[in-house]
């Protein structure tokens, strides 16, 4: 009875994970086929496998910055046009957890163990690190994930 469990709550996460990516990749191919550079990604936490060699500036910075992986197709349209840099992108949620017009607080623990409200980010901008992360997702610091 519990192996039968377990595998029924991963085989319910992992449809509702498939369903929520094909349900992305729906909304992003009516961008792509205008060429937009519009999407609506997936965010997944930067780690060190985004950690650029030593040559680079942001060597072991990645975590401090407002540097994130973008899809190749992203930089494809970057690079096919010219636009000049700094590329800038502006982030922001799409499902917030409060609908109303209301600035949305949560609690943060601060080092005494007390804690006091901070303000989530309605949005944000940010610049590519690489273009290297699949398509449909974007990779970001932890800081800005708790923004």
Not at 72 to 81: A, C, Q, W, Y
Not at 86 to 95: D, G, Q, S, Y
């Amino acid at each position: 009875y519990c192996y039968n469990n377990i595998i029924t709550k991963a085989w319910t996460r992992a449809i509702k994970q498939t369903l929520y990516e094909q349900e992305v990749e729906d909304a992003n191919t009516i961008h792509k086929l205008d060429n937009h550079l519009v999407r609506r990604l997936i965010v997944m936490p930067l780690t060190d496998a985004f950690n650029p060699n030593q040559a680079s500036g942001m060597h072991g910075k990645v975590q401090y910055g407002d540097k994130c992986s973008l899809p190749t197709s992203i930089g494809r349209l970057i690079f096919e046009k010219p636009y000049e840099v700094p590329w800038l992108f502006e982030v922001k949620k799409i499902n917030p957890t409060n609908n109303s017009n209301e600035t949305i607080t949560k609690p943060i623990l601060a080092s005494n163990n007390s804690t006091f409200p901070r303000k989530i980010l309605d949005k944000a901008y940010i610049s590519p690190l690489d273009f290297r992360s699949p398509e449909n997702y974007i990779f970001m610091p932890k800081w800005l994930l708790e923004s």
